[in-house]
């Protein structure tokens, strides 16, 4: 991975947050993607939701597997802990991570071919098991590093730079992550940040698997007349569900509202999700409504946007496994490696 190094300009009067510290401190390196590619948008958004969440950077551990997007790690919060894994095996790792260290603040950044195709099934068990993390997907339904080729999320219909005409039915992230029984699932657009910076937020208070799929054109290989993840195509169809607000536990709610205008739901931090309808019939806590009206919209070509499915509920992967609260990281070596004869003593009750 190519890391440029940013030049840092502390300009006086620069704005900072909670812990003292400003913008510049959750940015990375310069990035080396294509000028105006969405993932650049993301990263921005992403380092705002830091910004403002005031999360200490060492206690952030970043995550990817390999793509375009699989770069955006290297461009934010620099003093974070960071792995770059292998293809479609980020998922893993991230299980690995978060169960050695239950304490750190996970988010994993992949995209439609590191995800939906050679990491499809490590996608859908880190979304079983309810992984404590925010897995962003930066969706371009293209292989941009391999000159364009369709993905596995490339819409029926949608046409290449080159003029080939996508036969194959696709995988949509979110219908898949709701199926699989996911606990939080989200839609942003990297031209939209008004919306995409709270369901960052948001995604990293939860506890669990937060699956955040984000129409990310491509620039290059995938912004032209025919292609439904194209920047024109998803402004033109672009439908958002819910419209969302992310509340610190530490604000104080003034805003008066009539009922049936928002729903407030309440995470285990003491932070507020607040769902503002924009379709009086959409209720982002029914499964099965939310699937029904997932797929209605899109045989319509709309691209629904904003938080589409939360359950506070499901209990986490260190809940489900039962697991001690103090992290292994910290555990003495005496106790994670008892010796030859604790070994021999297990092995001896499993014959």
Do not use: W
Request: some cysteine.
């Amino acid at each position: 991975m190519t890391y440029i190094k940013k030049p840092r300009i502390d300009l006086p009067g620069r704005g900072r947050n909670e812990i003292g510290l400003t913008m510049r401190d959750y940015e990375g390196g310069l990035s080396t993607l294509c000028a105006g590619c969405g993932h650049d948008s993301i990263t921005a958004a992403i380092v705002q939701a830091f910004f403002e969440l005031s999360t200490p950077p060492e206690s952030v551990i970043k995550l990817s597997g390999i793509g375009c997007s699989s770069k955006t790690p290297a461009y934010f919060v620099s003093g974070a802990h960071g792995f770059n894994s292998v293809h479609g095996r980020m998922p893993s790792v991230a299980t690995g991570a978060m169960a050695a260290n239950r304490d750190l603040v996970c988010i994993a950044v992949s995209g439609d071919g590191d995800s939906l195709s050679i990491g499809f099934g490590q996608f859908g068990h880190v979304v079983r098991r309810n992984l404590n993390m925010l897995y962003i997907i930066e969706n371009n339904g293209v292989y941009g590093l391999t000159k364009g080729q369709f993905s596995a999320s490339a819409d029926p219909g949608s046409k290449a730079k080159k003029g080939e005409v996508n036969v194959m039915q696709s995988i949509d992230p979110v219908s898949t992550a709701i199926a699989l029984g996911g606990s939080f699932v989200a839609r942003g657009f990297s031209g939209d940040r008004a919306q995409l910076v709270p369901l960052i937020k948001a995604g990293i208070r939860h506890r669990g698997c937060a699956v955040l799929d984000v129409i990310s054109p491509c620039v290059t290989f995938n912004d032209h007349e025919g292609s439904t993840k194209s920047y024109a195509y998803t402004r033109e169809n672009y439908h958002p569900a819910v419209y969302t607000d992310f509340v610190p536990p530490a604000e104080q709610i003034e805003a008066e509202q009539k009922d049936g205008e928002a729903t407030t739901v309440t995470m285990h931090d003491g932070s507020r999700i607040k769902l503002r309808k924009a379709d009086n019939a959409y209720d982002p806590s029914d499964r099965s409504a939310v699937m029904h009206y997932l797929e209605d919209r899109r045989t319509k070509g709309e691209v629904v946007t904003g938080l589409l499915y939360i359950d506070e509920d499901l209990p986490e992967m260190h809940a489900i496994a039962q697991t001690e609260a103090e992290p292994l990281s910290g555990r003495a070596f005496s106790d994670l490696s008892p010796g030859a004869a604790a070994l021999a003593k297990l092995q001896k009750g499993m014959r």
